[in-house]
């Protein structure tokens, strides 16, 4: 794995906990997929097709 790919998973993280939280920076808030690539500032391609274990983290713990 790159950097490039470790910084995409932390900040994707960092967005999940805010969303979840109910305190995001860069979204409206939903907790949608897009809404979580706007918040950890990258391309919704980068969450469906890289990182698919943490777009469906974050579905699940929504769930919840």
Avoid: F, Q, Y
């Avoid at 950097?3 to 109910?22: P, Q, T, V, Y």
């Amino acid at each position: 794995m790159t950097s490039e790919h470790i910084d995409e998973r932390n900040a994707i993280k960092a967005a999940a906990s805010r969303l979840l939280a109910g305190t995001p920076l860069r979204s409206n808030g939903a907790l949608t997929v897009v809404a979580l690539a706007d918040e950890a500032g990258v391309k919704r391609h980068v969450l469906t097709r890289r990182h698919t274990d943490l777009k469906g983290r974050c579905c699940i713990e929504r769930s919840c």
